[in-house]
């Protein structure tokens, strides 16, 4: 445990992260005023003001609690985080027990495909159905550049959305994206061609958000920035949320990755 904790810190996956200060309470406040860009796909069942929402993320990620504390980098307790994979790895052990469908999806391809899709190939040979659902669709979805059209697709049974047209250089294996759409789309399509369903679905983003405002069971990974997760924890949505820097070089991810398998049994 100490040993995953140092590493936690050195990775700067947890600790102090790159995460500016700034932009978590700037997306504290965006919440706040029910801005769609940061729910990601979480309705709120509670008001959940800038206090409430920094003192949630202080108790569930590790963020200082004090509202004068406004520049620099953010900090994440690898206590936390550690606590929280153990939540992760058993709950995907439990869906490995019962043969369980699963859907993995990310807003984040270029930092956490290789996380999933190692997943994705465990649970697989546990005997899960990984399932792939919606592959080609089209779906319209607003960026900070305006509304551009995305194809759901799937990297190594993982699915992720691709801009169809004008692509930006940087956004293979995929684009970065907050929207629920995505999985909404996909479960839809999943429903349309009479099943399965999932059982389980781990993602991040909108994938986690808007998987679990659906009542599915998710689970994922949260930066220090993006509330919406701790609030669906909060209020039940959310199964489980692992609090950490979701934007780090995806090779960072592997030993994590170790770490789950093990603690889930799933280790090839």
Partial sequence: MADVLTYLSAARLAGVVETPRERSLRRYRQFADRDPRVLLGIDPQGVWDEAELLGLMARGCGVSADPRHRSGPDVIDPVLTLAALDAFAARLAAAARRH???????????????????????????????????????????????????????????????ET???????????????????????????????????????????????????????????????????????????????????????????LTRYVLKRACLSQ
């Fill in 100 to 162: 369980a469908p699963v859907l993995f999806g990310t807003g984040h391809p270029r930092s956490l495909l290789g996380f999933y899709a190692a997943l994705a190939d465990a649970l697989s040979a546990a005997g899960c159905e990984v399932l792939t659902p919606a592959q080609g669709r089209c779906i319209d979805i607003l960026t900070h550049f305006g509304l551009r059209t995305h194809r759901v697709d799937y990297v190594r049974r993982v699915a992720l959305v691709r």
């Fill in 165 to 255: 047209e004008g692509g930006r250089p940087g956004c293979e294996p995929g684009a970065h994206c907050h929207s629920p759409l995505p999985v909404r789309v996909a479960l839809e399509a999943a429903a349309a061609a009479g099943g399965p369903l999932p059982e389980l679905v781990v993602g991040d983003h909108g994938w986690l958000c808007g998987a679990g405002q659906l009542g599915f069971e998710a689970i994922g990974p949260a930066d220090s920035d993006d509330p919406a997760p701790f609030v669906g924890q909060a209020e039940g949505t959310v199964r489980v949320v692992v609090p950490l820097d979701d934007g780090v070089r995806s090779s960072h991810y592997l030993p």
